[in-house]
C-alpha cells in the first residue's frame, strides 16, 4: 500500500506543477483537430454508398480501397502521435526524479519504511502511469473520433497506444538512470533525445561504416546500436502494427525492453548505495 | 532498553580526505531525552543521516531498537525532523502530514484521527487547509514536527526542532519534548541552542571534528564539584584574614564567598566556623558551569575529567 502511496503522490506532483493538465490539453487540442478539421468526409460518404446499395464484388473492392485509405490515415497519424507522445511525455516527467533526490526532500523520504528500491520503482511507475494515462486518452479518443467519423473501427490503432507506452517505459529507464546518478533534469532528457535522435543513424550504420577509418569505430557504432533502445524501429513497428502488415521481427521492441530494464536495474543499484 | 546504539561508527568522504564521523560510540536508552551538540562540521547530522541509513557507514555499527540501521521496518517506529525539509508546495498542510503518514504506513482511520490532534498540538489547526508556500519557517517547523510525530514513533529523531521559531513557539516544543518522554518516547536533539537542550536533555553529547568529545548528563556536564557561593552578612577584614587562613579554596568576591570543598565534612566546618563568628549565612548556592561554558571547553579540547580540573586551579 506505501507503494502505492508513492505512485498515487507521483500523479498528485505531476497534476500540481500543471505537467499532467499540459499533456491533457494538448491532447484535447488534437482530439479537436481530428474533430473538426480532419476531413474524412469522402471515407464514410463512399462507405455509406456501398452500404446503401448492398455488397456485391464491385462493391467489395471499394470497401476495400476505402479500408486502405483509413488504414493509411490512421497508421500515419499513429507514428506522429508516436513522436509526438513520447516528445511530450519527456518533457512531462524528466524533473520527477531529479526533484525527489533534492536535499530535503529525498530525506524525508528515505527517512520512512521504504526499501530505497520501493521508492525509486514507484516513482518510475508513478511517471509511467501519468504518461499510460495520458497515452490511452490520446490514442482511444482520436480512435473513437477517426472510428466515429469513417465508421470503420480498426482496432489495431489502439494498439500504437501500448507501443508508445512501452517505449517511454525504456526511455523513461534511461532517465531515471540519469536523474539518480546527474540529479538533473536537463541532463535526463538530453539523454533521452540523444537516444531518438541517434536512433535513425544507427538504424543505417553500415551506410556510415564507409567515412569510419578504423574498424573499431564500427564496432563500437554496433555496440551502441545494441545497447540502446531501437526507437526509429520501433517506431516503423507502430505503423506497420497499425497498417496491419506482418511485422517482420519483434527483436527490437524485445531488445529495447531488456535495455530498458538494465537501465532501470542499474538505477535501483545505484540509488541504494547512494549516499544522500 | 537501548534504542540507539553505535560502536566505533565512522564516516569517511573524499576516500577518507574528509572523516565527518571518527569511531562515535554511543548509546541512548529509552524514555531519555538526549542532546547532541557541536559546532557546525562537527558530524551532528551525518551522525543522525547514518541512524537512518540515509548516509551508509565506512566501518563501525549502529542499532536502533537492537536492529542493524539497515532494516527499513524499523523507520515506522521512528520519526525525523530533518534540518531543511523540504515538503512539497504544491500540498496543503493537513494533506502533507496525510501523505507522509501513507508513507509510514499509518492506516487512514487513525490518520484522520491523528491529524487534527497533532496540528492543533503544534498550534497549526487553523492553517491545514493553506498550501504550505504560504507558510513562515516557523510553520514549516512546527508542521515538520507534527508529521514526525504521525507514526507514533517511539524515536524521534529532531534537527535543530526550534529553529527559525519564536520564543513562545519554542516554549511549546520544549512542553511537547517533555510530555513525549512521559509517555516513554525517546528523544534525540541536534541543536545549537544550547540553552533549549541544557532545559529538556537529560543526557548531552559534544561533538566537535567528527568525535564525541564528552558525554553524559547534563548535570554532571555542569557540575564543577563541590563548589558553592556563599553570601553572607559583612565580614570584618580580621575575619576574612582567619577564613582565608583555614579555607584555601576561598575566592572572597563583592559581597560573597565563592568557595571549593573537597567533601560535604569542610562545608560544615565552614559553615560552623560563621555561625561561631556569628556571621548571618543569608545563602549557599552550589555552583554550576552552564552548558555554554562547558561546550566551550570541550571544544577547546578538555575531557569531562579535566573540566573539574581548569575550575579547581582557577579557584587556587
Known sequence: MRFLAIIAYTLRESFAKKTFIAFFVVITITHLLFLFALNVDLVSGGMAAVQLFGKDVEQQIEIEKLRKIVIGIESGLALAMYGAGIFLAIFATASLVPNMLEKGSVDLLLSRPFARWQLLLGRYLGALSIVAINVAYLIGGAWLILSTKTGFWHTPFLASGVIIILVFGVLYAIMTFVGVTARNSGVSIIAAYLVIFFSPLLLVRDKIYALLSQKIYQWLLDGIYYMTPRTAELGNITRAVVAGETVASWTPLLQSLAVGAGFLMGAIYIFQKKDF | ?316
Request: hydrophobic fraction near 40%.
Open chain 2, 1 to 316: 532498553m537501548t534504542i540507539i546504539q553505535t560502536e566505533n561508527l565512522s564516516k569517511h568522504f573524499n576516500r577518507g580526505k574528509l572523516r565527518a564521523l571518527d569511531g562515535v560510540s554511543l548509546q541512548v536508552g529509552a524514555a531519555r531525552v538526549f542532546g547532541l551538540l557541536g559546532p557546525n562540521g562537527a558530524g551532528k547530522t551525518t551522525l543522525v543521516k547514518l541512524l537512518l541509513a540515509i548516509l551508509h557507514q565506512t566501518s563501525g555499527t549502529a542499532t536502533l531498537f537492537g536492529k542493524p540501521v539497515s532494516d527499513y521496518e524499523l523507520r515506522r517506529r521512528i520519526g525525523y525532523l530533518p534540518e531543511n525539509h523540504r515538503y512539497p508546495d504544491f500540498l496543503k498542510g493537513g494533506a502533507v502530514m496525510d501523505y507522509f503518514g501513507r508513507f509510514a504506513g499509518v492506516p487512514k482511520e487513525q490518520r484522520q484521527q491523528r491529524i487534527p490532534e497533532l496540528l492543533k498540538l503544534v498550534g497549526m489547526e487553523k492553517w491545514a487547509a493553506t498550501k504550505i508556500r504560504k507558510y513562515s519557517k516557523g510553520m514549516m517547523q512546527r508542521l515538520g514536527l507534527a508529521v514526525a510525530m504521525i507514526n507514533d514513533p517511539d524515536l524521534l529523531l529532531l534537527d535543530e526542532p526550534t529553529d527559525g521559531v519564536d520564543p513562545i513557539g519554542r516554549k511549546e516544543i520544549r512542553d511537547i519534548i517533555l510530555h513525549l518522554k512521559q509517555q516513554g518516547k525517546t528523544i534525540f536533539i541536534n541543536s545549537h541552542l544550547l540553552s533549549e537542550v541544557e532545559m529538556v536533555c537529560d543526557e548531552v553529547a559534544i561533538m566537535n571534528k567528527g568525535k564525541i568529545v564528552v558525554q553524559g548528563p547534563v548535570a554532571q556536564l555542569t557540575s564543577i564539584g563541590l563548589s558553592y557561593r556563599i553570601e553572607t552578612s559583612a565580614l570584618a577584614e580580621s575575619a576574612k584574614a582567619k577564613l582565608s587562613e583555614k579555607f584555601a579554596r576561598l575566592d572572597l568576591q563583592n559581597g560573597h564567598l565563592e568557595v571549593t570543598v573537597q567533601d560535604h565534612a569542610e562545608l560544615n566546618r565552614l559553615i560552623d566556623h560563621f555561625r561561631e563568628s556569628q556571621t548571618e549565612i543569608h545563602a549557599i548556592v552550589p555552583q554550576r558551569r552552564t552548558l555554554e561554558e562547558s561546550f566551550f571547553a570541550a571544544i577547546k579540547g578538555a575531557t569531562s575529567g579535566d573540566f573539574n580540573e581548569m575550575t579547581k586551579s582557577a579557584v587556587e
